[in-house]
């Protein structure tokens, strides 16, 4: 897990021991639900392998995006919530090694949606900081080769697997009063998929591991 993943849920532990209770209006409740829009920026820390069979020494680096997130989250106790994210993002995918002079290679759009099993602290105080861990299924689309990658192999398509992953989270929310507040997430999301390049018949692989940090900072209703 990365360090700053470690480092926000040491963060979470302390504002949940420090936080001061508040008033009952303030209260999460089951049954509760929660809505909140973030910007986020979507970080990949990982890269390419080598291009099978012929450009071992080449890969594709996934680039970073910045887009909105909406997720929603129902209480099923006072503590407990389960809660989808859904959004799209953009990337480029930057050519590295032995063809790194081309440039951008190829881009994709990702639609990541992931459900997660939250414990949410100090459930009656105004600062909320929160925990959670669940699953990540990937879909991969719109995929295309740049002209860059193109004047280099010939006409190519591309296409990327679907793929599944876990997924783990970390975030607070700050209350401004009983219905709207203002977040603070951070994700991280196992995203590994298999990448082919078809070029007039020859196809080549690789596995691109994106495995993201997701940043994200926002505001949230209760109903």
Same mark, same amino acid.
């Given at each position: &897990?990365?360090?700053?993943?470690?480092?926000?849920?040491?963060?979470?532990?302390?504002?949940?021991?420090?936080?001061?209770?508040?008033?009952?209006?303030?209260?999460?409740?089951?049954?509760?639900?929660?809505?909140? #829009?973030?910007?986020?920026?979507?970080?990949?820390?990982?890269?390419?392998?080598?291009? =099978?069979?012929?450009?071992?020494? =080449?890969?594709?680096?996934?680039?970073?995006?910045?887009?909105?997130?909406?997720?929603?989250?129902?209480?099923?106790?006072?503590?407990?919530?389960?809660?989808?994210?859904?959004?799209?993002?953009?990337?480029?995918?930057?050519?590295?090694?032995?063809?790194?002079?081309?440039?951008?290679?190829?881009?994709? &759009?990702?639609?990541?949606?992931? #459900?997660? #099993?939250?414990y949410h602290?100090?459930?009656?105080?105004?600062?909320?900081?929160?925990?959670?861990?669940?699953?990540?299924?990937?879909?991969?689309?719109?995929?295309?080769?740049?002209?860059?990658?193109?004047?280099?192999?010939?006409?190519?398509?591309?296409?990327?697997?679907?793929?599944?992953?876990?997924?783990a989270q970390?975030?607070?929310?700050?209350?401004?009063?009983?219905?709207?507040?203002?977040?603070?997430?951070?994700?991280?999301?196992? #995203?590994?998929?298999?990448?082919?390049?078809?070029?007039?018949?020859?196809?080549?692989?690789?596995?691109?591991?994106?495995?993201?940090?997701?940043?994200?900072?926002?505001?949230?209703?209760?109903?």
């Amino acid at each position: &897990m990365p360090c700053t993943l470690k480092r926000l849920i040491i963060l979470t532990s302390f504002l949940a021991t420090t936080a001061l209770p508040i008033s009952e209006s303030l209260a999460l409740d089951k049954g509760d639900w929660l809505v909140r #829009l973030r910007g986020i920026g979507v970080i990949p820390t990982d890269e390419s392998g080598g291009i =099978s069979p012929d450009l071992l020494t =080449s890969g594709l680096d996934p680039q970073p995006a910045v887009v909105p997130e909406i997720d929603i989250t129902y209480m099923a106790t006072d503590s407990i919530g389960i809660e989808l994210i859904l959004a799209t993002s953009p990337h480029d995918l930057d050519a590295t090694g032995a063809i790194a002079g081309i440039g951008k290679a190829a881009e994709t &759009m990702l639609l990541p949606p992931t #459900l997660l #099993l939250q414990y949410h602290f100090n459930t009656k105080g105004k600062i909320r900081p929160y925990v959670g861990a669940g699953v990540n299924y990937t879909i991969p689309y719109l995929e295309n080769a740049d002209r860059s990658l193109e004047a280099v192999l010939g006409p190519t398509s591309v296409s990327a697997d679907n793929s599944l992953g876990w997924a783990a989270q970390v975030g607070v929310d700050y209350h401004i009063n009983d219905n709207w507040f203002v977040n603070l997430d951070i994700k991280y999301i196992d #995203l590994s998929v298999d990448v082919e390049l078809n070029s007039r018949g020859t196809v080549r692989t690789l596995d691109v591991d994106i495995n993201p940090v997701i940043v994200g900072i926002g505001f949230g209703y209760r109903f």
